[in-house]
T-cell receptor, first 112, second 115 residues
Framework: EDQVTQSPEALRLQEGESSSLNCSYT??????LFWYRQDPGKGPEFLFT???AGEEKEKERLKATLTKKESFLHITAPKPEDSATYLC?????????????FGKGTHLIIQP | NAGVMQNPRHLVRRRGQEARLRCSPM?????VYWYRQLPEEGLKFMVY????????ESGMPKERFSAEFPKEGPSILRIQQVVRGDSAAYFC?????????????FGSGTQLSVL
């Protein structure tokens, strides 16, 4: 069974204070690791897909990296508008459900 | 190009009533997924459908829950005889292609409250 664990559960940063969010996963045959952003009362919004260890992707102040056991979402010089819950999910080919397996998320607060 | 549309946004039902949640995928998308999000829990996969077919319902409770995606019209998630434990946010997502590595586009969800 695919599993995703995200840490920390919550993180409070000052504006401009860089940090990283962690996503540890176990999956049989990784097809993709996904990062989503979710704002209160809304559905998840796609950020990145990573397919293989060593891959990196960037978008504005966010950078996602992938190893064989975990992924990091690095946030550089964050702004208050980056405050949201960040979700990590995996898709595996191990014969399980066709849907994504999500972690519980990291609730990020950026204080001005 | 409108995104994934879900309605209603909020639904209140009394115990024992039926709840019907609707999802219209993005234009050109024929693959629909339903997820449930409980407070303090992650999103949990429920069911994956293509037009007129249920592909994977392994995440859906065996009783009281059903889903369909007809040839015409939105996908429907139906919950019969609701109980308080069914209170949650239900999200629909769509994708244009099959494939476990495909990213999903999510709607804003339906918040179901059971009194």
């Amino acid at each position: 069974e695919d599993q995703v664990t995200q840490s920390p559960e919550a993180l409070r940063l000052q504006e401009g204070e860089s940090s990283s969010l962690n996503c540890s996963y176990t999956v049989s045959g990784l097809r993709g690791l996904f990062w989503y952003r979710q704002d209160p009362g809304k559905g998840p919004e796609f950020l990145f897909t990573l397919y293989s260890a060593g891959e990196e992707k960037e978008k504005e102040r966010l950078k996602a990296t992938l190893t064989k056991k975990e992924s990091f979402l690095h946030i550089t010089a964050p702004k208050p508008e980056d405050s949201a819950t960040y979700l990590c999910a995996v898709s595996g080919s191990g014969g399980g459900a066709d849907g994504l397996t999500f972690g519980k998320g990291t609730h990020l607060i950026i204080q001005p | 190009n409108a995104g994934v549309m879900q309605n209603p946004r909020h639904l209140v039902r009394r115990r024992g009533q039926e709840a019907r949640l609707r999802c219209s995928p993005m234009k050109g998308h024929s693959h629909v997924y339903w997820y449930r999000q409980l407070p303090e829990e992650g999103l949990k996969f429920m069911v994956y459908l293509q037009k007129e077919n249920i592909i994977d319902e392994s995440g859906m409770p065996k009783e009281r829950f059903s889903a369909e995606f007809p040839k015409e019209g939105p996908s429907i998630l139906r919950i019969q005889q609701v109980v308080r434990g069914d209170s949650a946010a239900y999200f629909c997502a769509s994708s244009p292609r099959a494939g476990l590595g495909e990213k999903l586009f999510f709607g804003s969800g339906t918040q179901l409250s059971v009194l």
